[in-house]
Every structure is written in structure tokens, then in C-alpha cells.
């Protein structure tokens, strides 16, 4: 009762602060960790209910319960459940990114444009938002505004669907850690690293793209990657910082380069998580450090 209470109120919330929809995911992700795929799905089904109920009294339409259902809850759901029998952070999160590619490749199959698609979707709309903020735009300008956004707009999409599962996911397996094994979480971020076949899948992937034989779905499966990368990166910060004795005033400065310095440091981040792939740098920190220095 407690977890669907959690999970209904945080999610309404989050329609009044957006990043508050992670906390709504973690309590699924939580249960689901703790207790098992049956019981992570009544609590989905129970405050799908109970937040159908709640958003048709205040907002009259029940609908927002079920994008809720769907695009929070139900991936978080899935991902604990995979999570709980892997035990792995690497394999859950190649498993999610496998998944979102074979959504992303289906959509493309369905609408072989879909920057056409999302251009028929967002033009009134963005017609509306530009008139209201009183900036003035010629046709050709406006044109250009909605090209650049809706030629991306599939994979962003996707990929800030997958970290925002993902982050919901790891605010779980702390809050997990907290209550049932301290620094477990800590240790199983600093060790996350996914396959080197990863590493090469993405190589070809951006070879094939940097030689223009390939685009379309590619463009956004590179965008995927690069999300996945993204976490390897942040994965190997923590733990390279961890490793070296540096005090916590880095990781403060690196997550002020998050805010403020987007997309310059997601690249760097990418990039140094896809090096990671193939040097493992942790483990030639950890190879220098005397033996009661490595854990």
C-alpha cells in the first residue's frame, strides 16, 4: 500500500516537476527488486488505477494514468525484473539498449519518414509556441527550426527514454542498497562496464556512417550508443575518482558540467566510456593500487 501510495502521489507530482517522475519509477523499481516481477506488476496495476481516478479528478481526463503506465512505470517494472535475476548493471543496461533498438527499428519500419511524421505533429504547435513568444521568424526560418528539430527527433526521444529508465532504475538499486546492503551500489557503479562486442558494434556503426554508406535508423541507433556510452563514462568517472583518493569536489564539478556545459560534456563523457570499452581503465588503476587500497 505504501509503494502504490508513493508511486500514484509522485507521479501526479511529476506533472508539476518533471524530474520527480525518476522517484515515481524508482518506487516501482524497488519493489520489483525486492520482492519480484509479481508484485513490481500489482503495484504498476494498482496505481495505474489509482492515478486513472486521481488525474480524472483533477484534470479531468484519465489518460495521463496510462502514458504513466506505459512509458514510466512499465519499462522501470521490466528493467528491475531483469536487474533482480541478472544481478548485473551492464547486462540490464545492454538488454534495454537492444530492446529500445528494436522499438527504434520497428517505428522505422512502420514510418520509413519519420522526420515527415514528427514535421506533421509539431508544426502547428511550434507555429503557436513561436507566435506567443513574439519572436518573429520568416518561412524559410521557421522551416529550418522545424527540419533540424523533428531530423533528430526519434532518436532523442528514444535516448532520453532510455536514461531516464535507466536513471530511475540505479535510484532504486540505491535506495535498495541503503536499506538492505550499504555501499553495494557504489561498488557495483564503479564496476559497471559493458562488452567489448558493444564497443565493436559501435565502431562499425560509426565507421559506416563516417564512410555516408549507412543513415536512417543507423543515425539514431548511433544516438543510442552514444546514451549507453554516456553511462559506461559516468560509471568510470566514479570509479576512476574512487580509485585515486580524489575528494568528492570533482564529482561536483563534473555534474556542473553537466548542467551547464551540454552536449560538450555528454560527448566527453560518451567518448571516454566508449574508450573504456576497449582500454579498462579501472582495472590498470586498480593493477597500480597496493591489494587493501583496490575495494
Do not use: C
Not at 131 to 140: G, I, L, R
Amino acid at each position: 500500500v505504501q509503494a502504490i501510495m508513493s508511486v500514484t502521489v509522485l507521479g501526479i507530482l511529476s506533472l508539476l516537476l518533471a524530474p520527480i517522475s525518476l522517484l515515481s519509477g524508482a518506487a516501482v523499481a524497488l519493489v520489483t527488486l525486492r520482492h519480484g516481477a509479481k508484485e513490481g506488476m500489482f503495484v504498476v496495476i494498482a496505481s495505474w488505477f489509482a492515478s486513472s481516478l486521481l488525474s480524472y479528478l483533477l484534470l479531468g481526463d484519465a489518460l495521463v494514468a496510462a502514458v504513466f503506465a506505459l512509458l514510466l512505470w512499465a519499462p522501470t517494472w521490466l528493467l528491475g525484473e531483469l536487474l533482480r535475476t541478472s544481478r548485473s548493471l551492464a547486462l540490464t543496461i545492454q538488454a534495454a539498449l537492444l530492446l529500445l533498438l528494436v522499438v527504434v527499428g520497428v517505428f522505422y519500419v512502420v514510418i520509413p519518414e519519420p522526420s515527415a511524421y514528427w514535421q506533421g505533429l509539431l508544426k502547428e504547435p511550434l507555429q503557436v509556441l513561436l507566435q506567443n513568444s513574439e519572436v518573429s521568424t520568416t518561412a524559410e526560418e521557421f522551416d529550418s527550426i522545424l527540419q533540424s528539430i523533428t531530423q533528430w527527433m526519434t532518436a532523442l526521444l528514444a535516448a532520453g527514454f532510455f536514461l531516464q529508465s535507466l536513471l530511475a532504475l540505479f535510484v532504486a538499486r540505491w535506495w535498495q542498497a541503503v536499506l538492505y546492503n550499504p555501499g553495494g551500489f557504489q561498488r557495483e557503479f564503479h564496476h559497471l562496464r559493458m562488452h567489448r562486442a558493444v564497443a565493436v558494434i559501435t565502431l562499425g556503426v560509426m565507421l559506416l556512417r563516417w564512410l555516408g554508406v549507412v543513415g536512417g535508423f543507423w543515425d539514431y541507433a548511433a544516438i543510442l550508443l552514444l546514451a549507453a556510452w554516456f553511462l559506461q563514462g559516468l560509471a568510470l568517472a566514479h570509479g576512476a575518482l574512487h580509485l585515486m583518493g580524489a575528494k568528492t569536489g570533482w564529482l561536483v564539478g563534473l555534474y556542473l558540467l553537466l548542467v551547464f556545459a551540454l552536449p560538450h560534456a555528454v560527448l566527453a563523457l560518451a567518448s571516454a566510456g566508449f574508450a573504456d570499452g576497449w582500454i579498462d581503465f579501472r582495472a590498470r588503476l586498480r593493477a597500480g593500487k597496493p591489494p587493501e587500497q583496490t575495494g
